[in-house]
């Protein structure tokens, strides 16, 4: 079965910089994971999305991480990357990585998800 492992994660400064890596194994079917994403999750608040790729590259953010995060996928060491640059204490929480179906409409039914890495920033 599919594992994604998230690693990168931890403490930095406000304005600093981390980079999240989430490594890919066990898959035998390439439409379950056409997109793939991180979410992240604060205590106390719902899981959002703060960066998608789909198979053809293309690449969506939430306003609050545009222009500070970018995402990109490795496609031959099947490693999907979270650069973070210019944190904040508020992108303080735990970040997952997950694979979904690329579907017309977007990205849909996130159903691998990695055990998550913790982001703290002060």
């Known amino acids: 079965h599919v594992q994604l492992v998230e690693t990168g994660g931890g403490s930095v400064q406000a304005g600093g910089s981390l980079r999240l890596s989430c490594v890919a194994s066990g898959y035998t079917d390439s439409a379950s994971m056409s997109c793939m994403g991180w979410f992240r999750q604060a205590p106390g608040r719902g899981r959002e999305d703060v960066a998608i790729?789909?198979?053809?590259?293309?690449?969506s953010y939430p306003s609050s991480v545009q222009g500070r995060f970018t995402i990109s996928a490795d496609n031959a060491k099947s490693t999907l990357h979270l650069r973070m640059n210019s944190l904040k204490p508020e992108d303080t929480a735990m970040y997952y990585c997950?694979?979904?179906?690329?579907?017309?409409?977007?990205?849909?039914?996130?159903?691998?998800w990695g055990q998550g890495t913790q982001v703290t920033v002060s």
């Open positions: 790729i789909d198979r053809n590259g293309r690449t």
């Open positions: 997950a694979a979904g179906r690329a579907a017309p409409q977007g990205c849909k039914d996130w159903d691998t």
